[in-house]
């Protein structure tokens, strides 16, 4: 095809305005993500509450790997490359369960849930089992919420720092997984992350978000707004600090954070149909400030705090044209579904936005694909989103 | 996959054999015709029919882009570019329709029915408007029938200049489009028009075109009877004018044209069931003569014109193995349907050719993708479909 | 994307290991493994009975290639390549079926049973009609199975010595086909001759072939059976010559080959639900020793004779990630359905066992294609998929 090389693309970009479509297409640009990104960068992976017992398990995909999340007998939670060490085949066809053991279903080769080879059929006395143990991720099991990275030099400390004091009042090892939700988006993931870091588009396309949320507003218009919120923040135990380290600000690829604290519109204390609550107060929260919680942990994994619930984003790159949008709801550990929250309600704004934003990313993509698409310039509520490109460029180069 | 390079593919063409596989199935070959080709051509998009009033409008689909054929207050039709002008989303998402604007579903950036950008959210003070207006191919309203072409510099008058007295007769400015269908054929466009441009195929397989239409024989066979039909058509009203400018007879890439007109056999008088008339006279065609006028323009859009009826036909390029035959129907305006005229009827004998042209083209191309497919001769009967081939490979090569 | 030459890739194969994931995947590999090994081998087409009367024929396809298997007048059988010499439509659009002539549907080009062009509407006589025959592919009937080879100089006579005398009690050429099952792999075709050519997996996946099948035991463990059953098989009847010429031991690519007996276990006499007869004894076999005669032809088609049935595969590659396996079961030729045997009851066995390895081989593939897959240590019971992969790595460097 001759494509032009990577090199001359990222050379020939205008600034302060949206990438070009090679992009988003090309498996060679891909594959250099996966490279350069994926494998080094903090990734959500679930919730701690999907294994709550020794030998619990679940499996998730990303850039075509799969990882079985698993407890081990001790109780840490491990991150194993689910690829037998023999011929390969999938040691874990189930994507999730409990076992005593992973038994590859092709030659019996048979790992702990540590993923160490205990037994090989026929070369038990002639094998080097220790030779052979399943490849692993690192895992962060941070306040319950289970990160991984392939990355074996990875930090982690920094940002367990910055995020631990504000996000302990929700005492989020006490929550557990409400809902979770998978939505395949036909699309590169960068325009599903760009579409997440700016909410220029959501006074047009969420109407349901755009009501009750600030967000969804120029700084400029809500600013008096947010300092209220944060001057009450304190009086319901909520911290008002904030941490700006996302793209060219964190220290190292795949660190990537923020967390922020803003305004809720109109009697609005929750992100729901009504505003009103859908769940139990988390943990020390005494009472509904108005505001939210939004943060970033890792370049493709975001979440959003409100004071009942919690709301999880991963946007997980399959293939250079293909996405997936995973969402987790969380709630207090003690709260039971029917009594103490309607799922459907729980659910309703992020699963009718996420639905919304698929659409969106999936019709950004038809014309970035045009031959006749010239990108056009980000306007200043993108300021979240030109910053990711600006990083992501810089990240491609090296 | 060390494919060969196009000009040594070119190079060892057999001349008066047919195309190597490579040409049908090579993605650079593929843009190297979108390039060369499809952006100078003239292509038809429809008909002035199904936009009759200010702000009606439909999209078309070609090599992945997306034009949106749209009346303007001012009566003019233009054809737009579905890219928006700020991060590239599809500003229309409707197939057809009525709109006073093109509104973004993204960010609700704001076009007018000429592509002027009208007004982007937040950023109207700061934004040059002017620089953005929705990128435009030229449109041709030629006696209704309209054609685009994303050259801005591609001549028409010559082609208008060539037909406007062959077909005035039909009145085709009034005309209306009765009906128009998509036919989905896996293979290579030029599979489909080398299809087109020959009727050697005629008789072996399709018996119902066969019957009725002179075009199925060879030339002396039918030599005499086109005499006749020629002498017969002025006292009906019709020109027996002919033009032959397609492939390399034509002044530029895009331009190709012929018009021609053939004699229908025993009895028929146009191209039906029974060979008997399906709808009312065109225009100020007096009478059935027992011809037919077949032309040509541009290198993928054709037309056929009955006494009483209008076939036209586009093979859209979608992807190196995948083209769309559209078809449309044009009857006189004033027709009503199930009085005047009855559609099944009416699209009868071009709906059942058009289906068996997929069927033979498709399994034209499972031999063609063959290691053992050996390109063969052209015969007499395909002599405009050898000089397709010929044009092609010269357009190619540049 | 760049990749690795694949002379490189040889090049780093760690010997005694599985082989690489860029084997299975990249679409340049496989044409090269088309040119290498599927145009010079011996590969299994299907059985006379198929064709028993001039006229009769069936179509298979390979790696994108389609070859019409047809009985002509003389009551030969051809193999022909489905492309016809004009303008390379496939000739015949059934899979199977009687016929006195191939006519090209397009123009109507015409073929006799031996491919012969007859006609050619028009240019009847200026054409050349010898040169344009179908195009045709070798063919031996041996002993009723009918092997075709792309090379018109590849040998057959060697493997027709070898073989003749084992096989020769069983009377193949007065057996039917029973049944015929294609099975659909979505994986590399070398992943599925891997599963086939070992056992070590028989244990863990096929608990149905195990319990009656010594070939999944450790030769070792069966040695002495081994014997008994080679000592039986003389009073049955039957031979015990073995030959081993499979991978580097064959004389030249796709002329690879094995001829083995070995013993069923505790009581089984045939390979069934229950271990007893399905059918009746074929040939002049004169009763159930104990034993199974498996052999491989190609390096795609392989057998195992029963005493009272023949099971044959062929692993068809279809494209890089796609294969399917196509499964023949034969009987003796007076056998009649429903009353010498019961067609679910013959097929249960290599079905069931089929749809496992399916399974296998598609975990196996997902697994290979892990960025984290590093090829792990064949064991004994693995050797000849070993001999198979060295041998690979050979052929692909020549």
Redo the contacts between chains.
Sequence with gaps: ??SLPIKELIARHRPGH?LEQDFYRR??VF?KE?DSIF?KSWILAGHQSQVPEAGDFFVFEIA???IIIVRSDAGRINAL???????????C?EEQGHTARF??????WNYDLNGELQA????MDT?DRDQ?PL?RARLENFLGLLFINFDPDAEFAPIASDFGGVLAPYDLPHTKLAHQESYRIRSNWKLAV?NYCEC??C???HREFAVGHGRAR?EGNVAELRQEVLSRAQSCGLSAKMTQKGWKNAEAVGMDRYVDRYPLLKGHVSGSRDGKPVAPLLGTVSGFDGGATEFQLGPISYGLVYCDYVVLYRFTPVQADETTCEVFWLVRETAVEGEDYDLQELIWMWDVTTRADKR?IE??R????????????F???EYYTQAFTEWYLDVLQT
Excluded: K, W
């Design positions: 095809m001759n949206a498996a060679d594959e996966v494998l075509g790997e799969s490359l689910n690829v037998c060490r023999h011929r390969g085949s999938r040691v066809l038994v590859c279903p092709y030659h019996a090989a059929p026929q070369v094998l052979y490849r760009e220029y588009h006074v047009p396309a120029p969106i019709d950004n038809r014309g970035v694909n045009s031959r006749f698409f010239v990108p056009g310039p306007t200043p509520m």
